[in-house]
Every structure is written in structure tokens, then in C-alpha cells.
């Protein structure tokens, strides 16, 4: 139980481009979903909060015009990466939760790279 | 922000030994989670800790809970060549209960 599967798994686009990636819960309905980015070779940082119906909470340092968050069900959470430069190339990865008492499970990550 | 720290940042063992590593935190938590990361996909639960003193197993891990709060310790017994991968400690903050990960810990193991 609780799988959570992340779509597309790998994305290359041209600069400029705006690329969606899709988190979905597949077994379980998740009050909260949150999204991950991921540098080589170090740890994930969060990058914000979403919860279903609501408007995301983004960390400190997070474009939220940049990276647009929709949670419109419990069980899909899309990150929309505006605009994407080669800097915006990462791991993107994201989770989910049912109640805030449990832990996160997540996805198995999306590359993006910029060229 | 908190910062947790992991050490040793990685390791190259032979298979069959065992593994120690751990977590330090500059604040107190609640709960410790340890995850792994295989390259290419995101991390999976491993064990979670909820009580100070709490040492739980699963299979060859056990992992502690430290008595201070401010720290977990992870051991992997007689590793083999699947036990490759990063392995973070994680621990929720905040009302949201978002979590916090560890600076990792990149494991190898040579046959």
C-alpha cells in the first residue's frame, strides 16, 4: 500500500519551456502532498506545502510565480515548472501524506534538464 | 532553520560487515524517520521512531531513538550489495509536520 506514482520520470526541454509533472497517490487519498527538489550529490529541500483545496505554501526562497502547485483533488497534486532555465534543472520529487500523524511516501522523482 | 546532520557523509564497506551511521540534530524532535535512496528515485521509509530510547528493527536494520532527542543512530548487519543507496534521517517540524532530511549518508558496498 500507499504507492505514490510521479509523472513523467524524465523530461528534456529547451529554455523557456514550461513543463508539468504530475504526483498522484494511487491507493490512498492524501490531505497533503509535498514537493521535493533534489541537486546531485545533495539532500532534498523541501520546496512546498500543498494541501487539497488550498492554495500551497512555499518555502522560503521558492518562486511561488515560478513554480506554480495545484492540489485540486486528494489524490493529484500537479508542479509547474514556468519558464524553465538550465538552473531549474533538478530531481524533482514528490510525496505524500494522509494525515499528518503518518509518514510521507514518495515518488520515484522526475529529472528535468534545461538545455 | 534545523539542520540535521549525517555522518559519516559515506561509507565503502566489504559485504557481510556491519554498518553504523548517524544523525545529530541542533533541536529537539519527536519522531526520527530513516529512508533510502537507490539512485535515480526517491527515498523509501525504512523505519520510524517515535519515542526517546525507542530502538526498532526491520530484518537486518535497527535503528535507536536517542535518549536526548537530538539524535538516531541507523545499523545495517552483515551488508549486502543491494544495501547501496543514500540513506537520510528525516524528522517533521512545524504544525505542517513537514520534514526536515538529513545531509545523507552514501553507502557502497564491494562484493
Known amino acids: 500500500g500507499a504507492v505514490v506514482s510521479q509523472h513523467p520520470s524524465w523530461v528534456i526541454c529547451k529554455s523557456g519551456t514550461s513543463v508539468k509533472i504530475e504526483c498522484r497517490s494511487l491507493?490512498?487519498?492524501?490531505?497533503?502532498m509535498f514537493w521535493y527538489r533534489q541537486f546531485p550529490k545533495q539532500s532534498l529541500m523541501l520546496m512546498a506545502t500543498?494541501?487539497?483545496?488550498?492554495?500551497?505554501?512555499?518555502e522560503q526562497g521558492v518562486e511561488k510565480d515560478k513554480f506554480l502547485i495545484n492540489h485540486a483533488s486528494l489524490t493529484l497534486s500537479t508542479l509547474t515548472v514556468t519558464s524553465a532555465h538550465p538552473e531549474d534543472s533538478s530531481f524533482y520529487i514528490c510525496?505524500?501524506?494522509?494525515?499528518?500523524?503518518?509518514?510521507?511516501?514518495f515518488g520515484d522523482g522526475t529529472r528535468l534538464s534545461i538545455l | 532553520g534545523q539542520q540535521l546532520n549525517q555522518s559519516p557523509q559515506s561509507m565503502f564497506i566489504q559485504e557481510g560487515e556491519d554498518v553504523s551511521m548517524n544523525c545529530t540534530s541542533s533541536?529537539?524532535?519527536?519522531?526520527w524517520l530513516w529512508y533510502k535512496q537507490d539512485p535515480g528515485e526517491g527515498p523509501v521509509l525504512l523505519i520510524a521512531?517515535?519515542?526517546?530510547?525507542e530502538l526498532t528493527s526491520n530484518g537486518r536494520l535497527t535503528a535507536q531513538f536517542g535518549i536526548t532527542r537530538k539524535d538516531s543512530f541507523l545499523n545495517i548487519s552483515a551488508s549486502i550489495p543491494s544495501d547501496v543507496g543514500i540513506y537520510f534521517c528525516?524528522?517533521?517540524?512545524?504544525?505542517?509536520?513537514?520534514?526536515?532530511f538529513g545531509t545523507g549518508t552514501r553507502l557502497q558496498v564491494t562484493l
Open positions: 510525496s505524500a501524506r494522509r494525515f499528518s500523524n503518518q509518514p510521507q511516501h
Open positions: 491507493d490512498f487519498q492524501a490531505t497533503t
Open positions: 500543498s494541501n487539497e483545496g488550498s492554495k500551497a505554501t512555499y
Open positions: 533541536s529537539i524532535f519527536n519522531t
Open positions: 521512531l517515535y519515542k526517546a530510547g
Open positions: 528525516a524528522g517533521p517540524t512545524g504544525t505542517a509536520s513537514k520534514l526536515t
